[in-house]
């Protein structure tokens, strides 16, 4: 009976509490690794809306320059046709 003592004793029993820490560590790698993965994806969504807003604001620069009727001799068409001079009631107008 000594030799089936020893070898009961011999058997490693099961570690619970490492069991639960593993499964604790594990899931803690699980949630890490999500929250990481969701700063990553809020981090590129703010930076794909900065590079829209850059974008946009380039197109409305150029606009405005495109717009401008300043003169400057930049060598864009503005729309200015010269001076004008109306005809009594000032509503019709001709090339002076």
Known sequence: MAHLRQ???ATPKPHHSWDSRNA???ANARAAAKAKAKAKAKASARA???AQAEAEARRNESADADDS???GGSGVDSG???PRCYAPGGTTWRPC
Do not use: D, N
Request: aromatic share 6%; no cysteine; proline share 0%.
């Open 7 to 9: 070898s009961r004793s």
């Open 80 to 82: 200015y046709t010269g």
């Open 24 to 26: 604790k560590a594990a």
């Open 69 to 71: 009727s300043g003169g």
């Open 48 to 50: 794909e809306a900065r």
